[in-house]
Each structure stands twice: as structure tokens, then as C-alpha cells.
């Protein structure tokens, strides 16, 4: 290349560092970089427990990356959110946006994921996250006993932390429904069939509950 349009390719190899406050415990890959636009074909990365691999292109701050990982702890990217969730998850899907405002568009799997004290099982969906929402699509899992959830909605990233969306139920759990609100009921059972509106925000749900509850006691 030249001097004002410089033409570089090489392999990379980092370990122990951190990537916009995530730590990681090394990263390899090869890498071009040509009229402005940086180019990994594959880019390797290991964060203490989690593997991510990427492929894609970084322009002008402009990104266009595929990512898989497994092993991902939930954590440090709901932080902001005020959802209390943990465990791992698996993720393929499509990083675009911009490196200060950046997109997230995918599928996410996971065997186990705790919320409020409550153990949710084979957790599966779509996920559309951005720096002001994230939002859940046909989120799938199991609860208590033979309890099943089908989520659509989300969270607002501002500073209402507002709660938006509804939830299909079968068989659904009535004390692990009160505790998803942080409400606790000891003297009722039951299981729940209908729709769950969900409402509030992070530090205040609301559940609005259409639906018939059986076996209750």
C-alpha cells in the first residue's frame, strides 16, 4: 500500500487483557486491513470459562461481525438492565450497528438460568439487544414441575428500566410465577393456563394475569 492508504495483514495473539472492560484470557486470529476496513476471517477468543469465535468486517467504526460462544455467563451484559438473571448461555447471531451504538441480533440457548431464586430449564429464543432495549422473541423454557413459559417482550435500557410484553403459560407454577414479581404467597398452589401481561419496571414489576388456575389449595 502507501503511506496515506496502508495495506496489512498478520496474525494476531493477545492473552490477558481486557476489550471494552470485558477480560479475556487470550484471543488469536489472522487479520487484513485495506482502504479503511479491518477483516477477520476467524477470531478466536477464550474469557475465563466462555469461547467466542468471530468472522466479519470492522468499517469506519461500522461493524459486520457474525459471533458464536458458549459458555457465556449472562451477567456482565444485563447489568445495566436490572433483571436479576444468571448462568451461561450459548449464542449465534449478527453484531451490527456501530462500535458506540451496537446491535445484537440472535438465537439463545441454555440448560439451566436462575431469575429471582427460580431455576428456569431448557431455555431457548431470539434476542434483539441494543444499548436502549432488550428485547425477547418466542423465549421458550420450563419452570417448576411440568410448567412451560413462552416469553415476547423486553426491557427498556433507559433509566425507567421499563418492562414490556406478555407471557403464554401451561401448567404454570403459582409460587414461581409470584416469585418472577418478588411477591411471596405462602399459603397458595396452583398451576396457571392462560396469558401473563407483564408491566412495571425491573425494581417494580406489574403481572396481569388472563387465564384459569387449577389444583389450588
Same mark, same amino acid.
Given at each position: 500500500g502507501t503511506l496515506h492508504n496502508p495495506q496489512i495483514s498478520g496474525h494476531l495473539k493477545a492473552w490477558d487483557g481486557s476489550i471494552y472492560g470485558k477480560l479475556f484470557e487470550s484471543i488469536e486470529g489472522d487479520y487484513s486491513f485495506a482502504d479503511g476496513v479491518l477483516t477477520l476471517p476467524r477470531l478466536e477468543m477464550s474469557t475465563y470459562g466462555a469461547s467466542v469465535i468471530v468472522d466479519g468486517k470492522l468499517d469506519n467504526r461500522k461493524l459486520d461481525i457474525n459471533l458464536a460462544a458458549k459458555a457465556l455467563p449472562v451477567e456482565p451484559f444485563i447489568r445495566n438492565t436490572g433483571v436479576n438473571l444468571? +448462568?451461561?448461555?450459548?449464542? &449465534?447471531?449478527? $453484531?451490527?450497528? =456501530? /462500535?458506540?451504538?451496537?446491535?445484537?441480533?440472535? #438465537?439463545?440457548?441454555?440448560?439451566? $438460568? &436462575? /431469575?429471582?431464586k427460580s431455576t428456569l430449564?431448557? /431455555?431457548?429464543?431470539?434476542?434483539?439487544?441494543?444499548? @436502549?432495549?432488550?428485547? $425477547? &422473541?418466542?423465549? =421458550?423454557? =420450563? +419452570? #417448576? +414441575?411440568?410448567?412451560?413459559?413462552?416469553? @415476547? %417482550? +423486553? /426491557? &427498556?435500557?433507559? #433509566?425507567? @428500566?421499563?418492562?414490556? %410484553?406478555?407471557?403464554?403459560?401451561?401448567?404454570?407454577?403459582?409460587?414461581? $410465577?409470584?416469585?418472577f414479581g418478588n411477591a411471596n404467597v405462602p399459603d397458595i398452589n396452583g398451576k396457571l393456563r392462560g396469558t401473563v401481561d407483564l408491566g412495571g419496571t425491573t425494581e417494580n414489576p406489574r403481572i396481569d394475569v388472563k387465564g384459569s388456575i387449577v389444583d389450588t389449595s
Open positions: 444468571e +448462568g451461561y448461555i450459548e449464542a &449465534q447471531g449478527y $453484531l451490527g450497528g =456501530t /462500535v458506540d451504538d451496537p446491535i445484537f441480533e440472535g #438465537a439463545i440457548t441454555s440448560d439451566e $438460568l &436462575q /431469575v429471582q430449564h431448557n /431455555v431457548a429464543g431470539s434476542l434483539y439487544m441494543t444499548p @436502549k432495549v432488550l428485547n $425477547l &422473541q418466542e423465549l =421458550t423454557f =420450563t +419452570g #417448576a +414441575g411440568n410448567s412451560r413459559y413462552e416469553i @415476547k %417482550g +423486553g /426491557v &427498556q435500557l433507559d #433509566a425507567s @428500566k421499563r418492562i414490556y %410484553g406478555y407471557a403464554h403459560v401451561e401448567d404454570g407454577d403459582i409460587h414461581q $410465577l409470584l416469585s
